[in-house]
């Protein structure tokens, strides 16, 4: 008899398989493609080597000699701002990984296996019925048709949303439609050019809600993407790659940082990722990262959402199953935003401007410095941090403000 079930195999799905099956439960984890498999999101926050830590998997990635990281950094004409995770407020791992998704996703899925959960690789979910006493979930793999009846079901199926889909629960997102084309370079970059210990965060010189990630992984390779408004990418003809170069071609230092660069994949396109849901749990039923709510690429908060869902259902359902009291509203929901909130504001605030005028600002306090930090290396549910949860939006607007007074009177 399965007591979880988990839709899905990426960081989510396989923390929280990992961390139940290392409890005793009898996990089964069901995933649609075969690993290893392509994914973006591949630059990590420092609060994610701190849930990999708790759930005994951090060894496990250091193993695989990934690119290490210990920022961010900022650019945009002649201004340059870099964070150092090492100089957060918030206790806990000053630094983290930049992977290819398919090779990091595949360790988490092994380890969760070693601890004992079974996992099925391409086998899709076809229905799933939350109505009676146990969920009801159908799959297909193949021409085979299987019914399972488990405990509980943990969605961690990531952008395939699979029971937001199945049970209804979309919910319209409150950004405008947004497009990402990206794409994986030899980017033959000389050494010194750039730090490759740091995501590099490149502004448009005259749009600055037209933004461009790079992401340097330890084999030469670099992950590299151009997000801005649908209209804004559909200004460019051509193919997917001929069109990335072209928004590319925009950012001068970006193009010449890139000159020698070449495509070792196809360039892939997503538009309109956005999403939220109207629950984040139900009756025998959980969702997990971006199964739930998808916010903006920007600050490379998924995999960290991710994590720290798996972490709470993980020792809820824990809990649970042991006949304790639990409530998942107050218990899983309400914390789980706190932090997702806490992104949403910065989200909001570098989109609007007002972050980027405290990014880029030349005479930074030092401490506040430090708790901006801090939400950048994903340290968002640090309550000690006055720059996370409900009032995080209206405290970084403020903040804006005092750095542009301070900018105009300099």
């Known amino acids: 008899m399965v007591d979880v079930l988990i839709i899905g195999a990426g960081p989510a799905g396989s923390m929280s398989a990992a961390l139940l099956a290392a409890k005793g439960y009898d996990v089964l984890v069901l995933e649609r493609q075969q690993f290893p498999r392509f994914s973006i999101g ?126 209804d629960l979309h919910r319209p997102s409150d950004f405008p439609e947004r497009a990402a084309l990206f794409v994986h370079v030899k980017d033959n970059i000389v050494a010194g050019a750039f730090d490759r210990q740091k995501i590099r965060i490149g502004v448009h010189p005259d749009k600055s809600d037209v933004w461009s990630w790079l992401i340097p992984f330890s084999d030469g390779n670099s992950s590299l993407g151009v997000v801005a408004s649908r209209e804004h990418h559909a200004k460019f003809q051509g193919s997917n790659e001929e069109r990335l170069w072209q928004l590319i071609a925009e950012e001068p230092s970006l193009k010449e940082l890139l000159h020698a660069a070449h495509t070792v994949r196809p360039v892939g396109e997503i538009v309109g990722y956005a999403a939220k849901v109207t629950r984040l749990h139900g009756p025998g039923f959980a969702l997990l990262g971006n199964a739930a709510e998808f916010l903006d690429p920007v600050f490379s908060s998924g995999v960290t959402i991710a994590m720290k869902s798996a972490s709470l259902a993980a020792n809820l359902l824990d809990r649970q199953f042991r006949g304790e009291s639990t409530d998942w509203q107050r218990e899983f929901a309400e914390p789980l935003m706190y932090g997702v909130e806490t992104f949403r504001s910065f989200v909001t605030g570098w989109y609007d401007g007002s972050l980027q005028d405290v990014i880029f600002f030349e005479h930074k306090d030092a401490n506040i410095h430090r708790m901006i930090c801090s939400v950048l290396a994903g340290y968002v549910w640090d309550t000690n941090n006055p720059y996370t949860g409900p009032q995080s939006g209206r405290r970084l607007r403020a903040l804006a403000a005092t750095c542009r007074a301070g900018a105009l009177s300099a």
């Open 42 to 167: 591949e630059s990590l926050l420092a609060n994610s080597a701190e849930l990999l830590h708790e759930a005994g998997m951090l060894e496990a990635v250091m193993a695989c000699g990934f690119q290490f990281k210990n920022g961010a950094a900022f650019v945009h004409n002649d201004r340059y701002s870099e964070f150092n995770f090492a100089d957060k407020s918030s206790p806990g791992h000053p630094f983290t990984f930049q992977v290819p998704r398919a090779q990091f996703d595949h360790v988490l899925a092994k380890e969760a296996a070693k601890r004992g959960a079974k996992i099925q690789y391409e086998v899709e979910i076809t229905a799933v019925d939350v109505s009676g006493d146990r969920p009801i979930v159908t799959a297909k793999a193949g021409d085979e048709v299987r019914t399972y009846r488990p405990r509980f079901v943990l969605d961690a199926s990531g952008f395939g949303r699979t029971l937001p889909r199945l049970l």
